[in-house]
């Protein structure tokens, strides 16, 4: 008779917990109106990124992976543990032959009408040591192409310099940016974004939106420099739990207290712990200083952080995160 209960507590309890583990598990996948969206390709570099569709927002379903240069440095986005490099753009210097060429470009494309064969002229002045400011002086006519070229052709130097050198660094990171994108600063985010496709850079209210849809208590979405709500951050995982987000652990650049450029790969960290994500939303947190708000996922939980982070370090290197991109669905 003692056996006979022991046995019934035991099936009980048994049943209780495969009941509790399953219906944990269930809580994963109760998430309507999620499905794969039209791919998305990115008519700058003709790159394919997936996207999925959640509740009435769209967003990309891998990394922003786009290159993106503002000036002379590659402050605005590097691939993981890229160093820094500055190339002052005044430094560089361009042959006449790279003018000649883009002259004529510009004539061919009709950019520029060449009046009485004055191309002619100019090549010959260019070849002979004459400077782009003689150029600019003596033929009005070309002037503004020539004043362009001063610009155009040490930034196109600089940018060439800048990727190759990024190029280096992602083959010996493991070709980083092919599966989890490039690292930004949020100017170089904003920077990035396409012109076509309705796409953003995610607010911290379309984030709140994406995490209220997934199941979040709205007593844990307002939450701050907290890991917040139950398994809604699985939901945004690669993995049998995901719902095909599929955030990966590409880690950032991180604000360093006391950072110095000399160090600079130091403040490179978490690659393979976690995902972190820009917001563009950015509050002052100080008369002199802004922060932004970010989102992050993590390998040791199943919930979704939500933090600031000072946007530079005190000698002027950014914070570096990934990008997702969102769109309403029409």
Partial sequence: MIMKKFILIVSVIFVA????????????????????????????DQKVYKCITIGDQIWLAENLAYRVTLGDNNLACRTFEEDYLSIPIDSVKIPAEDYIAAMYQDIANGVIEDVNGMSMYIEMMLSMGASVDDIILYYPDFAPAFERYKKELPERVVLSQLIAQGQVTDRENGHYSDSLGYLYSLEGALAALPAEGGWRLPTDED???????????????????????????????????????????????????GYSKWYDNESFSRKGQNAYFWTSTTRPETDSTDVGVIRSMAVFTDQILRTTTRLVNEDGHPTMFSVRLVKDKE
């Fill in 207 to 257: 984030w709140k939106k994406l995490e209220r849809y997934l199941g979040m208590a709205e007593s844990e979405v307002e939450r701050e420099n907290d890991w917040r709500g139950t398994t809604e951050g699985a939901l945004l995982k690669e993995g049998e739990h995901g719902i095909g987000f599929n955030a990966l652990f590409g880690g950032g650049k991180m604000y360093t207290a």
């Fill in 17 to 44: 917990l495969w009941a509790c583990n399953d219906e944990e598990k269930v809580s994963y996948y109760q998430v309507p109106n999620v499905s794969a969206a039209e791919d998305f390709v990115d008519a700058r």
